[in-house]
């Protein structure tokens, strides 16, 4: 061997295995290999004092404190009979409120997705003026005509040199 001193021995009694990169538990701080690091696989006896859960209220989201000893199960099934205070948990907050404006649509989405022309909101599904048959001057408009409406548009905003806010023409002020 050409470094006698690299490296450790694993402490496991079963394994002794010369590790090049040794773990060193944090519980009892003896050398493991990385397959007996874990507190079971070298029957830590110091894991208790890192291993410890709080279990926490399925109905109020409260730690709930337990000694030693005791199962959690117990203890959390005895505090949801007693005190558990089921109206304080924290409501989540709604993500989809934007309903869809179609009749007959019941989607929501998270943002607003607002029409340019009807000015009413809609689902990603809905949200092309074609698939909500948009109303826009109190008329139905076909691919055709929306592309007519859009060239006429643009003309007037050249000749009017005026700005298209909502695809409607407003003459500057």
């Known amino acids: 061997m050409e470094f006698p001193d690299l490296g450790k021995h694993c402490c496991e009694k079963t394994c002794k295995q010369l ?9 009892c701080e003896e050398v493991f290999c990385k397959d007996h690091i874990a507190y079971s696989r070298h029957r830590c006896s110091s894991a208790y004092k890192k291993d410890v859960q709080v279990p926490v209220c399925p109905l109020c989201s409260t730690p709930i404190p337990i000694k030693k000893g005791e199962m959690a199960d ?24 934007n309903k869809c404006s179609r009749s007959g ?4 989405e998270m943002i607003k997705l607002v029409c340019g022309q009807c000015l009413q909101n809609f689902c990603l599904q809905h949200r092309h003026p074609l698939d909500h048959k948009c109303q826009w001057q109190g008329r139905s408009i076909s691919k ?14 050249k000749s009017l040199n005026c700005q298209l806010p909502h695809n409607r023409c407003r003459p500057k002020s």
């Open 74 to 97: 117990v203890v959390v099934g005895a505090h949801m009979d007693k005190g558990c205070q089921r109206d304080s948990a924290p409501q989540k907050e709604k993500i989809f409120t």
């Open 144 to 157: 055709a005509g929306c592309a007519a409406q859009f060239r006429l548009l643009e003309s007037s905003q």
């Open 105 to 108: 649509c019941k989607k929501k």
């Open 19 to 27: 590790d090049f990169l040794p773990l060193k538990c944090d519980a």
